[in-house]
C-alpha cells in the first residue's frame, strides 16, 4: 500500500500531464495547470523544510566550533537578516528605499558577479589542462579551438591574408559540426528522457519513491 | 514652360499616390484554428482598391464583442497596416462578433484618467477603472465612426470557437506514434529479458568508475559528494539523477562510506533524503544513514555553487559525482573538485556545459548517457529492456534523418513537413 499508491499517483498524473501535450482542450489544460500549481504550492512549502535543514545542519555546527564555523555563523545572521528586512518591506520590498533592495543590490548582485567572473579564470586553467595535443582528435579540437578564439577577436580580422576568411571559417565550424554534435546529443538526450519519463510512469523505476524499509 | 509644369504636376502626383490611405477592409473570416483550445480564433482578410485621399493609416484595430451586446471592446496590440490575418484568444467559448478598424496617424492616443496615487483606497481604483473603462468606450466609438466614415474599416464578422479532444497535426501525431513504440517496445524487450534472454550493453566507462570512485573514497576515509544539479525536481535530467542516486547510495552503504548530498532546490533535497534513506535501508545499513549529510545550500544558483565549494574544500570528498541539469557553475565545481584532487564523474545533457564537465572531469557521461545509467547500475532486465527500446527507435531517427537530407536536397519537404510540431 505504501508504494501502490504514489506508483498509482505517479502513473495517473503522469499519463495526465503527458496528454497535455496532445490534448488541446481548454477543459484538459485548465485541470492540468490546476495540477501545477498543486506542484507549485507543494515547492514553496519545500523552502520552509529547506530552511529548517539549514539551520539544523549548520546551528549545531556553529555551536561546537567546527572547522570554518565563522563562515556558518555568518551565513545564518545572513539568513535571519534576510528574512526579518524582507518580512518587514512586505510587498514593496523591491522597491528602491527598502532595505531588503539595498541589499540586493549592493552585497547580493556584487557577490553574484564576482562568482560569475571567476569563470573567467577557471575556463583558462581548464582549457590550459585539455587543450594538449595527444593524439589527432585533440589536435583537431585544439585547431578549431584556437582558430574560433583568434576569429571571434578584432585581431583575428587584421592578420594578413587570412584574416578576411577566419569570420567564415569560424561561422562554418560554429554552424556545421557544432550544430550537428549539439542537435545528435539533443535527439539522444531527447530519446533518453523519454523512456527516463515512461519507466516513472510505468512504475518500472521505483528508487525515486524513496522509503525506510528494505 | 509648359513641359517644366507638365512634370511639375506628375511629380507631385505621384507623391501623393505614396501617402495613399489604407484600403476597404474586405472579406472578414473568423474560424476556429486546426487542434484549438476552444479558446482561440483566427481572423483573415483581404483589403479592397487603395484610395489616394484622405489621412494616413497608421494601423488596424480589433475590436470584439458577443452578437447580443452592442459595445465593442478593443483586443490585442496594433497591428500594421498592411496586416491580413491574426488571432485572438477569448474570454469563454461560444460565437463571438468581430470588426477591424483603421486608426489614422491623427487619431489621438486612448485617453486616460488622472493618475492615482500609490496609497489609493480600493474604491478610488474602481471608480478609476470604471473612467478608464469610459473614456476607452468613447475612444473606440469615435474611432469606428471615423473609420466608417472614410470607408477603411470591415463589416462585421462573426466566429465560433471549436475545442478539440486531439492534437491531429502531422508532427503531434508523429510524436504520439514514438511514444506508444518507445513504449512497446519495453513491453516486448522485458518479456524477453524475463524469459532469460540476454540483452547487451556496451561498456560505458563512467559508470563503471561510480563503483570504483566509491571504493577510493572507502579506502582513504572521505566521504562521497554527489550533485544533482540545480534545476527543478520537474526537469527529466534531476528525476534521472534521483533514480541514479538511489543505486549510489546503496553503493555507499554496501561500501560503508559517507555520501553528501548538495542539493539546490529545498524539494529536490526532500526526495534526495528519502531516496538516499532508501539506499542505505536496502543495503542493510539502516543505521548508517545520516540525514544531515543530506543539504539544502542555496537556491540562488552561485550561492549554491560557493556552499558546494565550501564542502569540497572543508571536508575533501575523495569522489565527486555530478549528475543532472547544470548551468554556469558546472566549471566552478569541476574545477574545485579538481584542485582537491578528487575523482570527478559528471553526466547532464546539458550540451553547453558538456565541454566543461569533459576538460575538468575525469569521466563524462554525454546526454542520454546521463538516462542509462540507472539501468545500467541496476541491471535489472525490466530497465535495461527500455535501453533496447529507446536505442531501435534512436536508428529509426537516424534512418529518417538520412533520407530526409536525401528527399530535401532533392526538392522533396514531405519528411520535413512531417515532423514539424506547430501549435
Same mark, same amino acid.
Given at each position: 500500500?505504501?508504494?501502490?499508491?504514489?506508483?498509482?499517483?505517479?502513473?495517473?498524473?503522469?499519463?495526465?500531464?503527458?496528454?497535455? !501535450?496532445? @490534448?488541446?482542450?481548454?477543459?484538459? $489544460? /485548465?485541470?492540468?495547470?490546476?495540477? #501545477? *500549481?498543486?506542484?507549485?504550492? &507543494? =515547492? %514553496?512549502?519545500?523552502?520552509?523544510?529547506?530552511?529548517?535543514?539549514?539551520?539544523?545542519?549548520?546551528?549545531?555546527?556553529?555551536?561546537?566550533?567546527?572547522?570554518?564555523?565563522?563562515?556558518?555563523?555568518?551565513?545564518?545572521?545572513?539568513?535571519?537578516?534576510?528574512?526579518?528586512?524582507?518580512?518587514?518591506?512586505?510587498?514593496?520590498?523591491?522597491?528602491?528605499?527598502?532595505?531588503?533592495?539595498?541589499?540586493?543590490?549592493?552585497?547580493?548582485?556584487?557577490?553574484?558577479?564576482?562568482?560569475?567572473?571567476?569563470?573567467? !579564470?577557471? @575556463?583558462?586553467?581548464?582549457?590550459? $589542462? /585539455?587543450?594538449?595535443?595527444?593524439? #589527432? *582528435?585533440?589536435?583537431?579540437? &585544439? =585547431? %578549431?579551438?584556437?582558430?574560433?578564439?583568434?576569429?571571434?577577436?578584432?585581431?583575428?580580422?587584421?592578420?594578413?591574408?587570412?584574416?578576411?576568411?577566419?569570420?567564415?571559417?569560424?561561422?562554418?565550424?560554429?554552424?556545421?559540426?557544432?550544430?550537428?554534435?549539439?542537435?545528435?546529443?539533443?535527439?539522444?538526450?531527447?530519446?533518453?528522457?523519454?523512456?527516463?519519463?515512461?519507466?516513472?510512469?510505468?512504475?518500472?523505476?521505483?528508487?525515486?519513491?524513496?522509503?525506510?524499509?528494505? | 514652360?509648359?513641359?517644366?509644369?507638365?512634370?511639375?504636376?506628375?511629380?507631385?502626383?505621384?507623391?501623393?499616390?505614396?501617402?495613399?490611405?489604407?484600403?476597404?477592409?474586405?472579406?472578414?473570416?473568423?474560424?476556429?484554428?486546426?487542434?484549438?483550445?476552444?479558446?482561440?480564433?483566427?481572423?483573415?482578410?483581404?483589403?479592397?482598391?487603395?484610395?489616394?485621399?484622405?489621412?494616413?493609416?497608421?494601423?488596424?484595430?480589433?475590436?470584439?464583442?458577443?452578437?447580443?451586446?452592442?459595445?465593442?471592446?478593443?483586443?490585442?496590440?496594433?497591428?500594421?497596416?498592411?496586416?491580413?490575418?491574426?488571432?485572438?484568444?477569448?474570454?469563454?467559448?461560444?460565437?463571438?462578433?468581430?470588426?477591424?478598424?483603421?486608426?489614422?496617424?491623427?487619431?489621438?492616443?486612448?485617453?486616460?484618467?488622472?493618475?492615482?496615487?500609490?496609497?489609493?483606497?480600493?474604491?478610488?481604483?474602481?471608480?478609476?477603472?470604471?473612467?478608464?473603462?469610459?473614456?476607452?468606450?468613447?475612444?473606440?466609438?469615435?474611432?469606428?465612426?471615423?473609420?466608417?466614415?472614410?470607408?477603411?474599416?470591415?463589416?462585421?464578422?462573426?466566429?465560433?470557437?471549436?475545442?478539440?479532444?486531439?492534437?491531429?497535426?502531422?508532427?503531434?501525431?508523429?510524436?504520439?506514434?514514438?511514444?506508444?513504440?518507445?513504449?512497446?517496445?519495453?513491453?516486448?524487450?522485458?518479456?524477453?529479458?524475463?524469459?532469460?534472454?540476454?540483452?547487451?550493453?556496451?561498456?560505458?566507462?563512467?559508470?563503471?568508475?561510480?563503483?570504483?570512485?566509491?571504493?577510493?573514497?572507502?579506502?582513504?576515509?572521505?566521504?562521497?559528494?554527489?550533485?544533482?544539479?540545480?534545476?527543478?525536481?520537474?526537469?527529466?535530467?534531476?528525476?534521472?539523477?534521483?533514480?541514479?542516486?538511489?543505486?549510489?547510495?546503496?553503493?555507499?552503504?554496501?561500501?560503508?562510506?559517507?555520501?553528501?548530498?548538495?542539493?539546490?532546490?529545498?524539494?529536490?533535497?526532500?526526495?534526495?533524503?528519502?531516496?538516499?534513506?532508501?539506499?542505505?535501508?536496502?543495503?542493510?545499513?539502516?543505521?548508517?544513514?545520516?540525514?544531515?549529510?543530506?543539504?539544502?545550500?542555496?537556491?540562488?544558483?552561485?550561492?549554491?555553487?560557493?556552499?558546494?565549494?565550501?564542502?569540497?574544500?572543508?571536508?575533501?570528498?575523495?569522489?565527486?559525482?555530478?549528475?543532472?541539469?547544470?548551468?554556469?557553475?558546472?566549471?566552478?565545481?569541476?574545477?574545485?573538485?579538481?584542485?582537491?584532487?578528487?575523482?570527478?564523474?559528471?553526466?547532464?545533457?546539458?550540451?553547453?556545459?558538456?565541454?566543461?564537465?569533459?576538460?575538468?572531469?575525469?569521466?563524462?557521461?554525454?546526454?542520454?548517457?546521463?538516462?542509462?545509467?540507472?539501468?545500467?547500475?541496476?541491471?535489472?532486465?525490466?530497465?535495461?529492456?527500455?535501453?533496447?527500446?529507446?536505442?531501435?527507435?534512436?536508428?529509426?531517427?537516424?534512418?529518417?534523418?538520412?533520407?530526409?537530407?536525401?528527399?530535401?536536397?532533392?526538392?522533396?519537404?514531405?519528411?520535413?513537413?512531417?515532423?514539424?510540431?506547430?501549435?
Amino acid at each position: 500500500m505504501k508504494r501502490t499508491v504514489p506508483l498509482l499517483a505517479s502513473f495517473i498524473i503522469g499519463l495526465v500531464m503527458v496528454g497535455e !501535450f496532445f @490534448i488541446p482542450h481548454h477543459q484538459y $489544460r /485548465a485541470m492540468t495547470n490546476e495540477f #501545477l *500549481e498543486w506542484g507549485l504550492i &507543494l =515547492s %514553496a512549502g519545500a523552502f520552509l523544510l529547506g530552511l529548517v535543514n539549514l539551520v539544523q545542519v549548520n546551528l549545531p555546527k556553529v555551536q561546537r566550533r567546527d572547522t570554518d564555523w565563522q563562515y556558518k555563523a555568518i551565513m545564518l545572521v545572513a539568513l535571519v537578516v534576510t528574512l526579518v528586512i524582507g518580512f518587514a518591506g512586505g510587498t514593496a520590498r523591491q522597491q528602491p528605499g527598502y532595505s531588503y533592495k539595498w541589499f540586493f543590490d549592493y552585497v547580493f548582485v556584487p557577490l553574484n558577479a564576482t562568482m560569475f567572473a571567476l569563470l573567467a !579564470f577557471y @575556463i583558462a586553467s581548464a582549457a590550459f $589542462r /585539455a587543450f594538449r595535443a595527444r593524439n #589527432l *582528435e585533440a589536435t583537431v579540437l &585544439l =585547431s %578549431a579551438a584556437i582558430l574560433v578564439m583568434i576569429a571571434r577577436v578584432p585581431i583575428g580580422e587584421s592578420i594578413p591574408v587570412v584574416g578576411d576568411y577566419l569570420p567564415q571559417l569560424m561561422n562554418w565550424i560554429m554552424d556545421v559540426p557544432n550544430t550537428a554534435a549539439r542537435r545528435a546529443i539533443f535527439i539522444g538526450a531527447a530519446l533518453g528522457a523519454i523512456a527516463t519519463g515512461l519507466r516513472v510512469i510505468l512504475g518500472l523505476e521505483r528508487s525515486h519513491l524513496g522509503g525506510g524499509e528494505s | 514652360m509648359m513641359k517644366t509644369l507638365f512634370r511639375t504636376c506628375i511629380l507631385f502626383m505621384s507623391l501623393l499616390s505614396t501617402a495613399a490611405t489604407a484600403a476597404p477592409i474586405d472579406n472578414l473570416t473568423i474560424v476556429p484554428p486546426k487542434a484549438s483550445s476552444g479558446l482561440n480564433l483566427s481572423l483573415s482578410w483581404t483589403f479592397g482598391e487603395a484610395t489616394t485621399s484622405g489621412p494616413e493609416v497608421l494601423g488596424l484595430r480589433l475590436l470584439r464583442r458577443l452578437p447580443s451586446e452592442t459595445e465593442w471592446t478593443l483586443v490585442g496590440e496594433p497591428l500594421a497596416p498592411d496586416t491580413t490575418a491574426t488571432s485572438d484568444t477569448v474570454p469563454e467559448t461560444g460565437t463571438w462578433a468581430y470588426k477591424l478598424v483603421s486608426v489614422y496617424t491623427d487619431t489621438p492616443e486612448i485617453p486616460k484618467p488622472e493618475a492615482l496615487s500609490e496609497d489609493a483606497s480600493e474604491e478610488e481604483q474602481a471608480s478609476f477603472d470604471a473612467e478608464a473603462a469610459q473614456l476607452r468606450t468613447a475612444w473606440v466609438q469615435t474611432v469606428i465612426e471615423r473609420s466608417d466614415a472614410l470607408g477603411d474599416d470591415s463589416d462585421m464578422a462573426t466566429g465560433t470557437t471549436k475545442a478539440s479532444w486531439l492534437n491531429t497535426n502531422p508532427g503531434h501525431l508523429l510524436l504520439l506514434a514514438l511514444i506508444a513504440l518507445v513504449g512497446g517496445l519495453m513491453m516486448v524487450y522485458t518479456r524477453r529479458a524475463q524469459r532469460g534472454e540476454e540483452i547487451y550493453i556496451r561498456r560505458i566507462p563512467g559508470i563503471d568508475a561510480i563503483e570504483e570512485g566509491i571504493g577510493r573514497a572507502t579506502e582513504m576515509g572521505k566521504p562521497v559528494l554527489y550533485v544533482p544539479g540545480i534545476d527543478d525536481l520537474q526537469d527529466i535530467q534531476t528525476i534521472a539523477s534521483m533514480l541514479i542516486l538511489g543505486q549510489v547510495s546503496k553503493t555507499v552503504a554496501e561500501y560503508q562510506s559517507d555520501l553528501i548530498v548538495s542539493c539546490c532546490i529545498p524539494i529536490v533535497r526532500e526526495v534526495a533524503d528519502e531516496v538516499v534513506k532508501a539506499g542505505y535501508f536496502q543495503a542493510g545499513h539502516p543505521d548508517a544513514y545520516n540525514a544531515s549529510n543530506i543539504r539544502f545550500i542555496s537556491s540562488e544558483q552561485f550561492a549554491f555553487c560557493a556552499g558546494t565549494n565550501g564542502i569540497m574544500l572543508r571536508e575533501k570528498p575523495a569522489t565527486n559525482i555530478y549528475f543532472g541539469r547544470f548551468f554556469a557553475e558546472s566549471l566552478i565545481l569541476a574545477e574545485t573538485g579538481f584542485v582537491n584532487r578528487s575523482i570527478q564523474i559528471a553526466g547532464t545533457a546539458e550540451a553547453t556545459q558538456l565541454p566543461f564537465f569533459v576538460a575538468a572531469c575525469d569521466y563524462t557521461l554525454i546526454g542520454e548517457e546521463l538516462f542509462a545509467v540507472s539501468a545500467y547500475l541496476s541491471k535489472d532486465p525490466r530497465l535495461v529492456s527500455s535501453l533496447k527500446a529507446s536505442d531501435i527507435v534512436k536508428v529509426l531517427c537516424v534512418a529518417a534523418l538520412l533520407l530526409g537530407t536525401v528527399l530535401h536536397s532533392m526538392g522533396n519537404t514531405f519528411l520535413v513537413d512531417l515532423f514539424k510540431i506547430s501549435g
